[in-house]
């Protein structure tokens, strides 16, 4: 009898460690659902969100710190000239449907991102390529029209990631990538559901089996989702006037970092008056930038003055170029004949743009500018204002990295037309000593403040809370991702 007694004890002591395992699934909210999840065809940040490292990969790899890594090509040389890239493949790769992963994937992507029809939002990134060889199944050749600084690091974006033609018409709904984490369903305005990939080179590495992102929009409900734990972390807080409450809750950690995201009140250049740059410098004067950092974003937000990254080492701080000067405004808008200007502001999702737009249309108010404000859901914003360019002033955060270049695009939405710009650009382009490089870059900065291009408010940061038991998630976003791929518990 006391030998059964013995067991039985011994299995209510084995009970208690058993159950202290740690987890192996995540569920991560977010506030902006993707539209689809091919983050080759389209400008949505949350389809990266989701599917960056994820479910995709590219050639190379961005890292947490913003470093170049290898991904899909484990090794690479650069011709003396540099403008021959050979990419060695890692072999035995395959796509989650069993395609085999080689040379000719990369030469389909890549060409398929330069196609006439091609939907990549970030279809200037391929631009410089000039053709793509598959000198065997393991290696491939992409040779470039000029020498660009930053082709490697290009190609480690979310646009450039590998597809196969036998499953690219269908990526959209039904992603298929070669991952450490499948596609598994889809329910629309709710959730996306991820599951390890057994197959993956380095399965073992990744301790989560399943990956769960939740799309919350309502920012008071993600903070209550976080409480009650049916989220398990939030990459970017939308609440911000929440953090505090974290910081004093045990069962949290709180992660304020760092993003690419310039946020600005996008301004349409083509437009009368806003063609006037005059009009441009004066809504500039008009408006107070740490009153709408301290009340839109608690004061937790670093002012720009330029589309740049004050965290990069080539930034150039303008913010002092266009003072908080309403008595200025108004002289700059009767010199336009602009005394009683009307402006619409079109306010995507996103809660910094929504509390922002209320503060600017404040004190745009106070120097004599009407501004209606037009809330809009994000696909609506995409195709009215991204694609159709019917708007006269937006807020929206640019959080693809080192992304100035846009200004040069010759149908980019902000309709900014600078031939001395887009040769600048080219010339940053082809400029290989960072030195060198990074005062170029100062000089273009100085071009868009210059002219007044869009109202540059603040950087985005990135406000991260998550259980405290969780270990890995990025602190901060050197480009659109949450890459769960070194996420565990303890």
């Known amino acids: 009898?006391?030998?059964?007694?013995?067991?039985?004890?011994?299995?209510?002591?084995?009970?208690?460690?058993?159950?202290?395992?740690?987890?192996?699934?995540?569920?991560?909210?977010?506030?902006?659902?993707?539209?689809?999840?091919?983050?080759?065809?389209?400008?949505?940040?949350?389809?990266?969100?989701?599917?960056?490292?994820?479910?995709?990969?590219?050639?190379?790899?961005?890292?947490?710190?913003?470093?170049?890594?290898?991904?899909?090509?484990?090794?690479?040389?650069?011709?003396?000239?540099?403008?021959?890239?050979?990419?060695?493949?890692?072999q035995g790769v395959t796509f989650h449907d069993g395609t085999p992963f080689d040379s000719s994937i990369v030469k389909f992507t890549l060409e398929r991102a330069l196609a006439p029809d091609s939907t990549n939002a970030q279809k200037p990134l391929f631009a410089p390529i000039a053709g793509v060889t598959t000198q065997d199944l393991a290696t491939a050749v992409v040779t470039l029209k000029q020498p660009t600084a930053n082709f490697l690091y290009n190609m480690g974006w979310g646009d450039a990631v590998m597809?196969?033609?036998?499953?690219?018409?269908?990526?959209?709904?039904?992603?298929?990538?070669?991952?450490?984490?499948?596609?598994?369903?889809?329910?629309?305005?709710?959730?996306?559901?991820?599951?390890?990939?057994?197959?993956?080179?380095?399965?073992?590495?990744?301790?989560?089996?399943r990956v769960t992102f939740r799309f919350i929009s309502d920012p008071q409900a993600g903070i209550a989702a976080l409480q009650a734990g049916d989220v398990d972390a939030f990459a970017n807080v939308a609440a911000v006037e929440a953090i505090d409450q974290f910081k004093r809750d045990a069962r949290f950690k709180v992660v304020v970092g760092n993003t690419e995201g310039e946020t600005i009140v996008a301004i349409n250049n083509a437009k009368p008056p806003l063609n006037d740059v005059r009009v441009r410098r004066a809504l500039a004067h008009a408006i107070d930038r740490k009153a709408i950092i301290d009340g839109a974003m608690s004061g937790l937000a670093t002012p720009i003055g330029s589309h740049f990254s004050p965290i990069h080492p080539a930034y150039v701080d303008l913010t002092g170029r266009y003072p908080h000067d309403p008595a200025l405004a108004k002289k700059l808008l009767a010199e336009a004949g602009q005394t009683n200007l009307s402006l619409t502001l079109h306010l995507p999702p996103p809660a910094y743009a929504r509390r922002s737009g209320e503060i600017v249309a404040a004190y745009l108010g106070q120097v004599g500018v009407k501004v209606t404000l037009i809330p809009i859901e994000f696909a609506q914003w995409l195709d009215q204002v991204f694609k159709r360019k019917d708007y006269d002033l937006t807020i929206i955060a640019h959080t693809e990295p080192l992304d100035i270049d846009i200004y040069a695009r010759d149908d980019y939405y902000f309709n900014y037309k600078s031939q001395p710009f887009k040769d600048l650009i080219a010339t940053i382009a082809r400029t290989g000593d960072p030195t060198a490089r990074n005062r170029l870059y100062g000089d273009a900065q100085r071009m868009l403040s210059d002219d007044c291009v869009n109202l540059f408010l603040f950087q985005l940061p990135k406000l991260g809370v998550w259980n405290a038991k969780l270990d890995g998630l990025w602190e901060n976003s050197p480009l659109q991702a949450n890459d769960v791929t070194g996420v565990s518990w303890r």
């Open 1 to 90: 009898m006391s030998r059964w007694i013995g067991l039985w004890l011994g299995a209510l002591m084995v009970a208690p460690a058993m159950a202290q395992a740690p987890r192996d699934n995540l569920v991560l909210g977010m506030q902006l659902e993707p539209p689809h999840l091919d983050p080759t065809a389209g400008a949505a940040g949350a389809i990266r969100e989701v599917t960056y490292s994820n479910l995709y990969e590219g050639l190379t790899r961005i890292d947490r710190a913003g470093g170049v890594l290898p991904g899909l090509a484990e090794s690479w040389t650069v011709s003396p000239d540099e403008l021959t890239y050979t990419f060695k493949l890692r």
């Open 163 to 209: 597809m196969a033609p036998n499953s690219v018409a269908n990526n959209k709904a039904n992603p298929v990538g070669t991952g450490p984490f499948k596609f598994e369903r889809w329910v629309r305005g709710d959730r996306v559901e991820l599951v390890k990939n057994p197959a993956w080179r380095n399965a073992a590495a990744i301790k989560l089996n």
